[in-house]
């Protein structure tokens, strides 16, 4: 199992600058470490959930979405099991439900098999 705990999520205007934690824990992380991805997905009220970003464990590579690319970082802590993903110059657009992902093994652009509970973003024009 594994457990994924997102935060950092709030009001901002649009321009502004946001940073998402995810903190993950549990047995199925912790044999994984060496193949699995940590991702970060939004859904936006009427959309579907999409995958914006995400990062493979060990090595670093990374994936991002052409709707986030060049405004988002995701980044990751090893020794602390946790996440970061870092939005610059947000966008009314980006307001969504920002979910914190893992997938065991794959490429960080899919393959992802738990979510967290989500946290709120939202941007004011």
């Known amino acids: 199992q594994v457990q994924l705990v997102e935060s950092g999520g709030g009001l901002v205007q649009a321009g502004a600058s946001l940073r998402l934690s995810c903190a993950a824990s549990?047995?199925?992380?912790?044999?994984?470490?060496?193949?699995?991805?940590m991702g970060w997905f939004r859904q936006a009220p009427g959309k579907e959930r999409e995958l914006v970003a995400g990062?493979?464990?060990?090595?670093?590579?990374?994936y991002y979405s052409d709707s986030v690319k060049g405004r988002f970082t995701i980044s990751r802590d090893n020794a602390k099991s946790t996440v970061y993903s870092h939005i610059f110059s947000l966008k009314p657009e980006d307001t969504a439900v920002y979910y914190c992902a893992f997938g065991a093994v794959g490429e960080p652009r899919d393959s992802y098999d738990y979510w967290g509970q989500g946290t709120q973003v939202t941007v004011l024009s």
């Open positions: 549990g047995r199925t992380f912790t044999f994984s470490s060496n193949t699995c991805n």
């Open positions: 990062i493979k464990w060990s090595g670093g590579n990374t």
